[in-house]
């Protein structure tokens, strides 16, 4: 009987590469992008919690989620529009618009807080309605018709509440759990997010809908020559922003007792394209994450909060928001290879 003989050393090669093979295969399954977006997590974590103790204490790890709970909702449906291939600059002024109309419709039913949950989110749906039918049946670029949106649902907001905070609503009961109740010792305000954010992951990454969603994004042409209904899915995905942005109203209204026309609500859509773009999300469409989309909500939550516990001016918060978004449409650039503008090939 014969016996297979080796060549010297070849047990020894294949050994070395199992580390290898298991931490590419981490790489590929956590994405390069993600593992970027933890270490530059851990990085301001760690530098702001040696300068104050207090920072990384249980407590204000609290603070940071609830702070950026509003954000994250937002930034969570802008990377399904992201990777549809638009965009929607007008959430802000959504959420604003959904808080007023909590407000005041919980104060004109005899404070009933769920007809007032329920007109924010009928009003949401339908505002997000409205964009997706002016960008694909007026064919107006996506970045002006929200941009139009941005002040113009801003306006309504102001007009309805005559630019003053509109009611009361921590008298109660379901108000005051949303905005300041917990549960298994974590917020509320929290665990909406992660449902919001696994109920859309799930859809994104597990369905056909999801499927047809990256597909239009990144080929709208091939994904019309393949069946899919282009114009339904972008006006759903402008109906889903506008109802998220609602929720994100609701919560705004819980957390600071009453309906904000704009306080509370401003620059939430510069902070909600920040996260999507810093998470991964190709401004061109089709490509992006909520994975992603969470961590850059965290750091950009941790950063804001470190300056804030540093005593350092707000204004700095949105310059550091701004110089983020650079670099991550920088880096974007050069990752796909994208020719500098006005410079030869």
Not at 53 to 79: D, F, H, K, P, R
Not at 130 to 136: A, D, K, M, P, Q
Not at 198 to 214: E, F, M, P, Q, S
Not at 248 to 275: D, W, Y
Request: net charge positive.
């Amino acid at each position: 009987m014969s016996t297979a003989t080796t060549e010297p050393g070849t047990s020894a090669k294949n050994q070395s590469r199992v580390p290898a093979r298991r931490a590419g295969s981490l790489l590929s399954a956590v994405g390069g992008q993600n593992l970027s977006l933890i270490g530059g997590l851990a990085v301001v974590m760690a530098l702001f919690g040696s300068l104050n103790a207090n920072y990384l204490s249980w407590s204000n790890m609290q603070v940071i989620g609830e702070a950026v709970t509003i954000t994250g909702l937002l930034a969570v449906v802008q990377t399904v529009v992201i990777i549809c291939g638009g965009l929607d600059i007008s959430v802000g002024s959504q959420a604003g618009l959904a808080s007023v109309v909590s407000a005041m419709a919980f104060t004109s039913a005899g404070s009933n807080a769920l007809l007032g949950m329920g007109a924010a989110i009928g009003v949401g749906a339908l505002v997000g309605v409205f964009n997706g039918l002016i960008i694909v049946y007026g064919r107006v670029n996506p970045t002006i018709a929200t941009l139009a949106g941005l002040a113009a649902y801003k306006g309504v907001a102001q007009l309805v509440s005559n630019g003053r905070a509109q009611g009361y609503v921590l008298n109660d009961s379901v108000f005051v759990f949303l905005g300041r109740g917990k549960i298994a010792g974590l917020p509320v305000m929290i665990w909406i997010l992660v449902l919001v954010a696994l109920a859309v992951h799930l859809l994104l990454k597990y369905t056909d809908i999801g499927r047809n969603i990256y597909a239009i994004g990144g080929n709208d042409t091939a994904a019309r020559l393949a069946g899919i209904n282009i114009n339904k899915y972008l006006v759903a995905a402008y109906a889903l922003t506008g109802t998220v942005a609602a929720i994100a109203g609701i919560l705004l209204t819980a957390r600071t007792g009453s309906g904000q026309p704009t306080s509370g609500s401003e620059g939430l859509e510069l902070k909600a394209i920040t996260a999507a773009a810093l998470g991964g999300c190709a401004l061109k469409g089709g490509k992006g994450g909520i994975g992603g989309t969470l961590l850059a909500v965290a750091l950009l939550g941790a950063l804001e909060n470190g300056l804030t516990v540093q005593g350092i001016n707000d204004f700095w918060q949105n310059v550091a928001q701004g110089a983020l978004l650079v670099a991550a449409v920088v880096i974007q650039q050069r990752r796909n290879g994208e020719r500098a503008v006005g410079l030869p090939a």
